[in-house]
């Protein structure tokens, strides 16, 4: 089975930091990768499919890059909202693995 | 417009058997694979499995294999996920999950509202 596995685990930034988090499968996953936010008490929300594509809706200072085994989530620079967790998840397959969340702190 | 609808909160002791649901509408039911995912208190999110209502596919992650039912009756556009002997370590919010297009395994952009499920003796 894929495993998937962030960096860090958590993350303390400032409002207009930017901020990048990183996500690596256990093996090539092509570019089959999705980042989600998630609030304390909601569901998570895509911001980024296919590696690289901004969900319509998703303010333009997120951005996603890599394929095969390594890959980024970047926050070019953090508002009050963006402070979340955030996960990446492999699809296109019934296994769905998702990584195991970045907890984003305000420092 | 899609929407996924859970059942709500349950409190249950140990051994006990349990059954939530999630009932889409606003799409073609049948033909989209939904999902099951679990969130423990303050903990990441793990996929359980996801099934394809026109047949009852159902396929399972290996860490919750055996331990879990997820069934769906296309009739009245419904998906449960089913416990026969709940532990405590099955406390979780649990979250029904859609991928955003039909027939395939698309990433995850409809999501239920999440049920809530405490076993304590």
């Known amino acids: 089975d894929i495993q998937m596995t962030q960096s860090p685990s958590t993350l303390s930034a400032s409002v207009g930091d930017r901020v990048t988090i990183t996500c690596r499968a256990s093996?090539?996953?092509?570019?089959?990768l999705a980042w989600y936010q998630q609030k304390p008490g909601k569901a998570p929300k895509v911001l980024i499919y296919?590696?690289?594509s901004l969900e319509s809706g998703v303010p333009s200072r997120f951005s996603g890059s890599g394929s095969g085994t390594e890959f980024t989530l970047i926050i070019s620079s953090l508002q009050p909202d963006d402070f979340a967790t955030y996960y990446c998840?492999?699809?296109?397959?019934?296994?769905?693995?998702f990584g195991q969340g970045t907890k984003l702190e305000i420092k | 417009e899609v929407q996924l609808v859970q059942s709500g909160a349950e409190v249950k002791k140990p051994g006990e058997s349990l059954k939530i649901s999630c009932k889409g509408s606003?799409?073609?039911?049948?033909?989209?694979?939904l999902g099951w995912v679990r969130q423990m208190p303050g903990k990441g999110l793990e996929w359980m499995g996801i099934?394809?209502?026109?047949?009852?596919?159902?396929r399972y992650s290996p860490s919750f294999q055996g331990q879990v039912t997820i069934s769906a009756d296309k009739s009245i556009s419904t998906a449960y996920l089913q416990w026969s002997s709940l532990k405590a370590s099955d406390t979780a919010m649990y979250y029904c999950?859609?991928?955003?297009?039909?027939?395939?395994?698309?990433?995850?952009?409809?999501w239920g509202q999440g049920t809530l499920v405490t076993v304590s003796s």
């Open positions: 093996q090539s996953i092509g570019d089959w």
């Open positions: 999950a859609r991928p955003v297009n039909a027939f395939t395994y698309g990433y995850i952009f409809y």
């Open positions: 296919k590696a690289s």
């Open positions: 998840q492999h699809y296109n397959t019934y296994l769905y693995t």
């Open positions: 606003g799409y073609s039911f049948s033909t989209h694979w």
């Open positions: 099934i394809y209502p026109a047949d009852s596919d159902a």
